[in-house]
């Protein structure tokens, strides 16, 4: 299972963190990442980390948001700058080995003045 945290109201150009716990897997061996859906659209791809740390980010979110993971501690972060209403989303973390996904249950995100 995964469990995110975080999320909430910012305001534009503001930071906001997430954060997600995984248990009942071994995130050693998943690449975890976050993809963030609106309503009406496509669930997206934010950005992914795999166990070794190579890092993958969707070109909306390079240059403002950091992606990092804690193999120890089981939890995989996003960090997100430079917000704007655009970013206002359902943002979900996932992890993934081979053709297994488990999803997170999403936590909202809103860019609001």
């Known amino acids: 299972q995964l469990q995110a945290f975080g999320g909430g109201l910012v305001q534009p150009g503001g930071s906001l963190s997430l954060s997600c716990a995984a248990s009942?897997?071994?995130?050693?061996?998943?690449?975890l990442g976050w993809y963030r859906q609106g309503p009406g659209k496509q669930r997206e791809l934010v950005a992914t980390?795999?166990?070794?740390?190579?890092?993958n980010y969707a070109d909306s979110a390079k240059g403002r948001f950091s992606i990092s993971r804690d193999n120890a501690n089981k939890t995989v972060a996003l960090q997100m700058g430079s917000l704007e209403p655009e970013d206002t989303d359902v943002y979900y973390c996932?992890?993934?080995?081979?053709?297994?996904?488990?999803w997170g249950q999403g936590t909202q995100v809103t860019v609001s003045s």
């Open positions: 996932y992890a993934r080995r081979g053709n297994v996904v488990f």
């Open positions: 009942g897997i071994t995130p050693s061996f998943y690449v």
């Open positions: 980390i795999t166990y070794g740390g190579r890092r």
